[in-house]
């Protein structure tokens, strides 16, 4: 999916430019060491990202 983002307050919001209906909600619990994790706002599930370089 191409988009755009904002961070603000430990709050990151995903969407997509061409249709509102695409959007997602996130709670930043973490980043260290190249690893993000974060919490759905919706489902309380919680995702964990890791940079690959």
């Known amino acids: 999916?191409?988009?755009s983002?904002?961070?603000k307050e430990c709050s990151l919001h995903v969407f997509n430019?061409?249709?509102d209906k695409i959007s997602f909600d996130y709670k930043v619990?973490?980043?260290s060491k190249g690893?993000?994790?974060l919490q759905d706002r919706d489902s309380g599930?919680?995702?964990v990202y890791k940079s690959v370089r």
Request: glycine content about 12%.
């Open 1 to 3: 999916m191409m988009g």
């Open 17 to 19: 430019d061409s249709n």
């Open 35 to 37: 690893i993000l994790t």
């Open 29 to 31: 619990l973490g980043l």
């Open 5 to 7: 983002w904002t961070f």
């Open 45 to 47: 599930e919680t995702s």
